[in-house]
Structure formats: structure tokens, C-alpha cells
């Protein structure tokens, strides 16, 4: 059982608490973390106010003074979450299943849009060809959203593709799909960044006027296929979005 | 028919107090940077503590106002005229239609707030009248105030006091939060990367002072001072983090995330600001000197319960004064 898995449970400031079941990109308990978020979102906890999962952890953000005001007993209103939280955790699994999509995402490797390919390839001592082949076989797990508003992290790459990101991050154009270590995934706006990009999508990954906000969520099953930058541009009719402003993240 | 920007500052943007419940999907919840500030200037016109501002950075706006307005300006001080004539932060402001308001010059503080009374008529994007730059949504079309932009506002009304006057200043004002530490001192609470500092580096974090830097801006204010080490070299996966984080980055050096920070992050999270002074971190200039307090999460919550007791005080007695002033 996942449950067995030891788990560290830690404040996030003085008014959001982290379980976190370890340093790892584990798809088992990824995939416990996104159940537990599913239970936690349709059954919060009294006081929570929003709740988000990554890789490995859970983090949950509550209303400080609302709990303090309402509850006495305890020296602080983490030590009250925490209870709360642990409790939690025996909620019946096998109740609470996460719906399972496989979604399919064009994307052309074209040199135009690829700009860090033929380095990569130099890099690994691979074909050009073999890194689409590589990045194509592979289903992706989504682990999370994060970094950016839609940007899905993506794993685990074939190890032949494993690359470090770059130094300083560059500009680089929505849709690019990149990869940094054994993970991959596309961002969904311009923005400046680190991974390698290898190809170009021209699906949009974020849409503020869509229900679905997001193209992606946490537990996707992802599938990459290639296709030509004429096929690409057919499918790209919307125009691209303006180029951002700000510091750069780490992703 | 309202309120007319003539004259575009450097970054002014709607904000309220943040979008939440999509954090899970990226979106940051952003809102205003001094939230207590932002708070304060509604409840100063008896508006809901979450009603949408205007945010502003030095240079900011010039503003035409098309109607009588009842207004508040709250957080730095960017020397705000009316007409010409000065003005003061931190009470009701009744206005005079056809007035224009001016900020001058940067005397202290980084974010400052405008409210009207009644709040502007703005569409939320996911619940929330925050602008996100980077989404291009919420606040004003998802961008910052340009000449010409016209926000729109309800209220309107008339008062003998504005016949003779341009501008009319009630007789309360909003005093200061008192957050029980010097000018220059932030309460910090470990975070869960706290122990991969060397000995030495947690020293450093809490004897030296550090300097707010000039890149500073929404998403993080960044330190710049004795470079702390990492003894943990581990690679960490992304996880949460928010407005408050203090993130160890591989040079070195600590970024404070602010307002339009990152929902997850992967460096170390040595520590995190306390709510209770996220306001006071937020008004620091670049170049400012900041000192490192490590507090107890009880000291941390209670310091919090305080401030939201102090807005309460705040919310009441301006009700009250407002409705027997208009009665």
C-alpha cells in the first residue's frame, strides 16, 4: 500500500501545510497525490482554501485567521490542520477514482521551430531522427502544473534523451516542446526558460476563455506525434500571443 | 463616464486580494502586493476589504475623475496632488468631478493603492478582479492601465462641501499598523529546506543585513548580501511555493517570491516571511536594508490575528463615521 510510503508533513509559512512523500518522481505515488487531491478538493477540510499537488507532495493553503478565530483549543492553527490532514489520509482509494484520459499532441520537429534539436543530437551522439523516434514512443505521464499558467510536467523521457537544462534561460515561444533531465513539456505562453526545446505544438496548452482552462491536468496520459511544419501551420491558426515581460523562473 | 487615465505610469494594474483555486493549474493568485494597504484604503470608504484597486508603482498614473468621487490612497507615498494642491494617504477624500489627480514624487514606500468608493465596474476572470499579466486576464483586459483606459464606478453623489472646494478630507484616517518590530526587521519562519544551510550560512541569514535589489518587482524582490551555501546538493523537485517564499538560488543569493510569484518552485525554501509582514516587506525600495528575524509559528499566527483584529477595528469605526457623516 502507498500509504506505507513514510511521508513528512511541514508548514508552508504561516498559513499553508505540505505532505510530501519524499524527493521523487515516483508514478505510484504521483498517482496516490492526485487522489489525494481529488478527495481534498471535493471534500475539504474546514478552513482550506485552495489545495495544489505536485510530483510528490500536496500543499494546502488555509483561511489563518477564520481557524483562529473559530478554534481555541489548539497553540497554533497548523497543529489543527495537521490532525485534520492525517485523518485524511484514510480515505477509501478505490473509492475515489481519477478520471484516466490519453491525449494525443502534434508536434512538428521541424528546425524552425526545433532550435536546440541538432545540439542535442551532436550532444547524445543521436540522429535527429532518433530523438523524434525516442520523444514519440514514449507515454508521458502529467505529474503537475506548475511554473506557468498550463505548463504540464512531463515524464519520464527515454534516458537517451536525458539533457541538463541550459544555464540562463532564453526566450522562448509558445508551444515549444522541451526537455530538461528524464522530463518534458510545453509552455504555454512566450516566456523566458531553460529546457531544450526539440519541436513546436500548435495546439494551445492554456485558453482563459475555455471552461478547461488548461489543455492538460495532473494525471494525463500524453502521447506526442510528429507531424510537418505545413501540417503545423494548418492546425496554427491562431495568432501568437504577445511577448512577455518579467524575471525568469527556474523551469 | 468615471475615471480617465490621462497619463500611463510605469506598472499600474487593477488588484484585489488574489484569485484562488487554481493554483493546481498554474495560475498564481497574485493580487495586491501590500494587501493590508489595499484593505485599508476600501475599508477607509467603507468599501468590502476585497473590492478591486488600483495598484500603482512610481511613476504612476495621472488621472482624470469624470463624477464626484469618494476615494482613499493607501500604502507608499508618491506625494498625490488634486489639482495641484496636496493631498494626504490614508483618509476619505471626497473629490470633485472634472479634478485631476497627480502623484508628484516617490517619498517612500514601492506600491501604492487607489479605491473609490463602490468599487469599479470590472468583469473577474475565475473570481477575481486580479490582474494576470502573464495570462492577460482579470483586471483591466488582462494588462496595465494605458492613457485613455476608462474604469467605470457606480457611486456618485453630492455634497454642499464640494461646491466651494475641489476636494473635501473627512475627519478620520487610518493609523498604522504597529507590528511590533524596527523599520528594517522581517519575522521569518524556517522553512523545509532551512537545514541544508551550512552552520555558518544560518548565521549569516539572521547577523547580516541584506539589500532589496533593483530588479526587483511583482513576482520577487531579490536580496543581495553575504551569499549563503547550500550543504544539501541534491536536485529538489518542484513543489509549492507562495508569496513569502525566501528561495536559496544556485548562486548563492535569496529571491523573496512576491505577489505574481510561481505556484511551485524547486530551489531550497530556506524560510518564509510571515503574513503579518509581508505589507512591510512589500513597501521596501531597492536598495533597502532588511534583517532577518526567525520567529515561532504561534508568533507568526498571532502577529497575523492581531493585523486581521486591527482591520476589523478599522472596517467598524469607518462604518460608523462614514454613515454619520452622510446621514
Known amino acids: 500500500m502507498i500509504q506505507s510510503y513514510p511521508y513528512k508533513i511541514f508548514p508552508l509559512g504561516d498559513s499553508g501545510i505540505t505532505i510530501d512523500f519524499g524527493n521523487v518522481i515516483d508514478e505510484q505515488i504521483n498517482q496516490y497525490i492526485i487522489s489525494l487531491f481529488q478527495y481534498m478538493s471535493d471534500h475539504p477540510l474546514p478552513y482550506q482554501k485552495e489545495i495544489v499537488s505536485s510530483f510528490s507532495s500536496i500543499t494546502i493553503y488555509y483561511h489563518l485567521y477564520n481557524l483562529r478565530k473559530n478554534v481555541e483549543t489548539y497553540s497554533t492553527a497548523y497543529e489543527w490542520m495537521k490532525e485534520k490532514l492525517i485523518s485524511s489520509l484514510d480515505f477509501d482509494l478505490q473509492n475515489n477514482r481519477v478520471e484516466e484520459r490519453v491525449i494525443r499532441i502534434p508536434v512538428c520537429y521541424e528546425k524552425e521551430f526545433a532550435t536546440d534539436i541538432e545540439l542535442l543530437a551532436t550532444e547524445k551522439k543521436i540522429s535527429v531522427a532518433e530523438i523524434i523516434q525516442l520523444h514519440t514512443s514514449v507515454n508521458y505521464r502529467v505529474y503537475m502544473l506548475g511554473f506557468l499558467h498550463g505548463f504540464a510536467y512531463m515524464g519520464i523521457t527515454d534516458e537517451q534523451l536525458d539533457y541538463a537544462r541550459k544555464k540562463q534561460p532564453e526566450s522562448i515561444k509558445a508551444g515549444s516542446v522541451g526537455i530538461a533531465g528524464r522530463q518534458t513539456g510545453i509552455y504555454p505562453i512566450d516566456s523566458p526558460g531553460g529546457w531544450q526545446i526539440i519541436g513546436r505544438t500548435p495546439i494551445k496548452m492554456f485558453d482563459r476563455e475555455k471552461e478547461e482552462i488548461t489543455f492538460l491536468k495532473a494525471g494525463d496520459t500524453v502521447q506526442f506525434y510528429s507531424i510537418t511544419s505545413e501540417e503545423f501551420y494548418s492546425l496554427n491558426k491562431t495568432p501568437p500571443l504577445p511577448r512577455e515581460r518579467g524575471l525568469g523562473g527556474e523551469a | ?327
Open chain 2, 1 to 327: 463616464m468615471s475615471l480617465k487615465i490621462l497619463k500611463a505610469g510605469i506598472l499600474d494594474t487593477i488588484q484585489d486580494e488574489g484569485r484562488f483555486g487554481y493554483q493546481h493549474l498554474g495560475i498564481n493568485p497574485g493580487g495586491a502586493m501590500d494587501l493590508l494597504a489595499m484593505q485599508t484604503a476600501n475599508l477607509l470608504v467603507a468599501n468590502e476589504m476585497n473590492k478591486p484597486v488600483i495598484e500603482f508603482f512610481y511613476p504612476a498614473a495621472e488621472i482624470f475623475f469624470e463624477k464626484n468621487a469618494l476615494i482613499a490612497i493607501t500604502g507608499a507615498n508618491f506625494s498625490p496632488t488634486l489639482n495641484g494642491h496636496r493631498i494626504k494617504n490614508g483618509v476619505p477624500l471626497m473629490v470633485k468631478k472634472k479634478s485631476v489627480l497627480a502623484f508628484s514624487k516617490k517619498k517612500n514606500g514601492q506600491c501604492c493603492y487607489l479605491t473609490v468608493q463602490g468599487g469599479f465596474n470590472l468583469l473577474p476572470w475565475l473570481n477575481s478582479n486580479s490582474t494576470n499579466l502573464k495570462a492577460m486576464a482579470g483586471g483591466y483586459e488582462g494588462r496595465k492601465l494605458m492613457k485613455g483606459d476608462i474604469l467605470e464606478f457606480d457611486a456618485d453623489f453630492k455634497n454642499e462641501r464640494l461646491k466651494k472646494n475641489d476636494f473635501y478630507k473627512l475627519p478620520w484616517r487610518s493609523v498604522c499598523f504597529n507590528n511590533e518590530s524596527a523599520e528594517d526587521e522581517i519575522f521569518v519562519i524556517p522553512g523545509n529546506e532551512w537545514d541544508y544551510l551550512t552552520a555558518q550560512s544560518k548565521k549569516n541569514f539572521t547577523n547580516k543585513k541584506f539589500l532589496t535589489d533593483v530588479s526587483s518587482d511583482r513576482m520577487g524582490y531579490r536580496l543581495k548580501g553575504e551569499n549563503l551555501v547550500s550543504a544539501n546538493k541534491e536536485e529538489l523537485i518542484s513543489s509549492a511555493v507562495n508569496f513569502g517564499t525566501i528561495q536559496l538560488l544556485p548562486n548563492g543569493e535569496l529571491i523573496v517570491l512576491m505577489a505574481d510569484s510561481q505556484t511551485t518552485g524547486g530551489y531550497p525554501r530556506v524560510a518564509h516571511i510571515i503574513s503579518a509582514h509581508l505589507s512591510k516587506l512589500s513597501q521596501k525600495q531597492p536598495g533597502s536594508t532588511i534583517k532577518f528575524t526567525i520567529v515561532n509559528q504561534q508568533t507568526a499566527e498571532n502577529l497575523f490575528v492581531k493585523q486581521q483584529l486591527h482591520l476589523q477595528q478599522l472596517k467598524n469605526g469607518c462604518n460608523f463615521r462614514l454613515q454619520q457623516f452622510f446621514k
